[in-house]
Structures are given as C-alpha cells and as structure tokens.
C-alpha cells in the first residue's frame, strides 16, 4: 500500500536512460560525443543507486526501455527526440493500491508509458487497479513557454486538455498536498480528485513554489510530525504545525536565472548549444547546489542522498538519528530530476491515517 513517503520502502521503480549511441541517428553531429557522455553517467548512476536500494531489501523494477529510430509525426505536434524513461514521478503516481498515470505538456515524454507499461501489467495481475489520464492533443511548445520557465503556459496554450504532473502530489496518510495551480490544468486536477477517491486534498499555501510547481523539493516529512527543509519559505502551512528542522545553512542556492538564460537561448535540452553550454558552465554544478532534498526515504532513519554533504549528514544523525546513503547523480540538472524523481515509490508499509 502507499500512504506517505516516509514508511519503510518495500518496492519502488528506478528510471532508465538511453544507452550510449541510441540517439545518435537523431542528434545534431556535434552533439553526440557530448550528450553519450551524459547518456553513459547517467545509466552508470540509475544502475549504481538499483544496486543499493536492493542491497537495501527494496524490491526493484527497472522500466524497458522503448526506442525509437526516428522523430515521431504526430497529427498536432512532433516528438523529435522521444524522452528515455528516467523520471517516472512526474506523471504517474501510486496511491494505496492504484497506479496514476497522467500526461504532461511534454512531447518528449508522450510514449514513455510504454517503457513502464510491463510493471503496471505486473502490478495489475497482482491485483492493482491501473487508471489513465485520456491521450490528449498536443502542441509544439518553444523553450519559453516549458511549464518551469513560464507558469502560465498551461492557462495561455492547453487550457483544454486534461493534463497534470504528478510530481505536484506529496503524499501524508489519509490527505494529500497539491500545488492545485498546476503544472497542469483544472480539468487534470479534476480528473485526479475524482479517482482517487476517500483522499483529502490539501492545497499548498504560502510557499515559494506559489501553488505551483513540483513539491519533491526544498522540504521532507521525514514521520508524521518531523518535517526537514531547506528554510521555512519552503514549507506549507499544512505543514507548520510539525517539528521544523531547518537545514538551509548546509545548502547552497540554485543560480537559477543564469540556467534558465543559458536554456532558452539553446532552444531546448536537445540543442547543440544546450548540451554544450551544459557541459561548459553546469556540470558538476548540481552536485554542488541543485536537487540536494530531492531524495529517496528508505524508512524514518534511512535516506538516500544525490550527493555527499557530510556536516548535513552529521547534524541529521546526531539530532534526529538519520543514516545517510549517498548515490550521486552527476547529471541531474540537465535531466531535472534527482533521486526522488528518477524513482517511484510502489509500495511501502504503514496504513492509511490522520496526519495533517
């Protein structure tokens, strides 16, 4: 069952990537030594942080990845380089005992259900129900108008569709806590409401994510009444009533106007210009200030880390009694995503409860 985030993991997905030299027939000749080293890093860590949740006692299962030789021509829109399966949490999501699968405004990542479609078939047999956001519509987006550059692009550009990230979603027992603005749109928040059903949903105030974008960052509810964060700003109201642990001070800040200049001006992650601009000015910059709560709870005293910050370790194990387990993700800035993001959590222990 999955009721919170935080009770002892027993199953869980790890995302994959595409191996070195799958992408070649569909990238810019310049940018393919580049982007096989990113390719290559990053299967070595999915890989790396699989081995340890399994050393671990977590059942682990790894999507098949669905490769494509070409660009796909879709009626209303194209999918030029079909994203690899890396970061399941933000379209689907599994609640008690059913598997969520929304759509995203992202045309890259259109048919990566299919890399997934094995463990959902898996999971149904056992006895899951297994439900589906209807295949929508939709339309090229140039880099400015992505969800995280401009929030309003949902309003102004797919204000039809039924669409949502899951990665908006915190789970904490019986409720739980959504950027009710989105990414998405009303009818994708309305389609969840109704599925799942005998939730609370409890709308995210007051934060600097302004009711909007992916929560799986800046804050962790580590049990029912403990919640890390990188600063108050960060925490929802639903939240402030907990024992705060703040841990700003171990974690630097995100220059993120200088990223997304460097983004736009590349015209998408797949550019040439991106990927070199990538490798010139931001690698290795994430391993320093980006993602660093985007972790994975193993249990209340076991958290997997993205990377090594030893005096944040230190203060977790001798205030609170942590464990720190560190898997590096060297490239998730350019994927967007770090350990919370590259795995979704299937089943953990602990029941449904009152905890907002």
Not at 166 to 182: L, Y
Request: net charge negative.
């Amino acid at each position: 069952m999955m009721y919170t985030e935080f009770d002892p993991l027993q199953e869980v997905i790890v995302g994959d990537s595409y191996a070195p030299g799958d992408l070649d027939k569909l990238l810019p000749q310049q940018s393919i030594s580049g982007f096989n080293k990113i390719l290559e890093e990053t299967k070595q860590d999915l890989d790396n942080l699989s081995q340890q949740l399994t050393s671990n006692g977590v059942t682990v299962h790894r999507p098949n990845i669905h490769k494509f030789d070409s660009s796909i021509i879709m009626p209303q829109f194209d999918i030029r380089l079909p994203m690899s399966p890396l970061v399941p949490r933000d379209a689907y999501i599994v609640r008690g005992q059913t598997v969520y699968q929304t759509y995203t405004s992202l045309t890259d990542r259109y048919f990566d259900s299919h890399s997934y479609y094995d463990i959902f078939k898996k999971l149904f047999d056992q006895g899951y129900n297994w439900l589906s956001q209807p295949a929508p519509v939709l339309k090229n987006l140039n880099s400015t108008e992505q969800w995280f550059f401009d929030k309003d692009v949902y309003n102004r550009e797919l204000s039809n569709r039924v669409l949502w990230h899951t990665a908006t979603m915190f789970q904490a027992g019986d409720s739980v806590i959504i950027n009710n603005k989105g990414p998405g749109t009303p009818s994708g928040l309305e389609w969840l409401k109704r599925n799942m059903t005998g939730t609370k949903f409890v709308n995210n105030e007051n934060t600097v994510f302004e009711n909007f974008g992916h929560i799986d960052h800046g804050f962790i509810l580590i049990d029912d009444e403990t919640v890390i964060h990188a600063g108050i700003e960060w925490v929802p109201d639903a939240l402030k009533n907990k024992r705060l642990v703040d841990v700003k001070r171990f974690l630097p800040q995100l220059k993120l106007e200088r990223f997304k200049r460097d983004y736009i001006e590349s015209g998408s992650m797949y550019d040439v210009q991106w990927v070199e601009k990538y490798l010139e000015n931001w690698k290795g910059y994430n391993q320093e200030v980006c993602f660093d709560l985007n972790v994975l709870i193993l249990d209340s005293k076991n958290i997997v880390w993205g990377r090594d910050i030893p005096e944040l370790f230190e203060y977790l194990k001798n205030e609170l009694g942590i464990n720190s387990h560190v898997t590096p993700i060297r490239h998730s800035l350019f994927w967007e995503g770090g350990v919370h993001c590259a795995t979704l959590d299937i089943k953990r222990q602990g029941n449904s409860r009152k905890i907002i």
